[in-house]
């Protein structure tokens, strides 16, 4: 694909086919993601890649945390509030959400489902968790966004649909125990991938963008 038209099809997928991604295309969606650049090179990122029943376990457990209401406990703290034009465009994007499902302002349940099948991954059959070292501070951090970037626009250009999700950091302790990892190595988000279910009305809503002018200071 044209790098213009990945970019502008990519979009969150949130609900998956069951049909598994082949590990030949997996492998070309990491080669490209891999070629992020990063401060001085470091290339903070590793990734945990969970396909398989692995998946299907790790879905079980993540479902049964969350749903248990435990409050997130993430390596970098969430937004502490979204005020102004950021409170927002959160809502507009909750309304769409919710509009696409059908699902009313006083419908606390569906909300809750809804928000629940984050840790469902969205059935998605992989899930690729993205961490950083933890003296690698903010910039770690920045260098795993980039990451995540190429991966979604990788994954789209071989027409893999995928979803970042930061609710996946909310129990940075159940993934580090569940897949050896040390406590170094801290959580920056997960990226659920597949092939999207184009007939599922959540896939059937885009985000808008606000105009470059109000994103952009010209300073000539
Ligand atoms: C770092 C990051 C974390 C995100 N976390 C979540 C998440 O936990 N759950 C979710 O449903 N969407 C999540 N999203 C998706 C955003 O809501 C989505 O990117 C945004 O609304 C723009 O829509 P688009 O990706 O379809 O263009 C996340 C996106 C990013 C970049």
């Not at 401060?39 to 790790?58: I, T």
């Not at 309304?95 to 606390?108: E, T």
């Not at 626009?153 to 995928?162: E, I, R, T």
């Amino acid at each position: 694909m044209e790098l213009e038209q990945v970019i502008r099809e990519r979009y969150s997928c949130r609900k998956f086919l069951p049909n598994p991604v082949p590990r030949q295309t997996i492998e070309k969606i990491l080669d490209l993601a891999q070629q992020t650049p990063s401060w001085c090179n470091c290339q903070p990122w590793q990734v945990v890649l969970v396909s398989g029943e692995a998946v299907a376990g790790f879905r079980d457990s993540l479902l049964a945390h969350a749903a248990g209401g435990h409050p997130p406990k993430p390596d970098f703290p969430f937004p502490l509030r979204y005020e102004g034009i950021y409170r927002e465009r959160r809502k507009v994007c909750g309304v769409q959400l919710y509009q696409a499902l059908g699902i009313g302002r006083d419908n606390k349940e569906g909300a809750e489902r809804q928000r629940l099948e984050n840790f469902r991954l969205f059935d998605a059959p992989h899930v690729a968790l993205i961490t950083t070292e933890e003296d690698l501070g903010v910039y770690g951090v920045l260098d795993c966004g980039l990451y995540v970037a190429n991966f979604m626009l990788a994954a789209k250009n071989f027409g893999v649909d995928s979803i970042a999700q930061a609710a996946l950091a909310s129990y940075p302790y159940l993934i580090r125990s569940r897949f050896g990892l040390p406590a170094n190595r801290k959580l920056v988000c997960g990226i659920s991938f597949g092939y999207g279910d184009a007939k599922h009305l959540i896939n059937g809503y885009r985000t808008g963008r606000s105009p470059v002018g109000e994103a952009v200071t010209f300073i000539e």
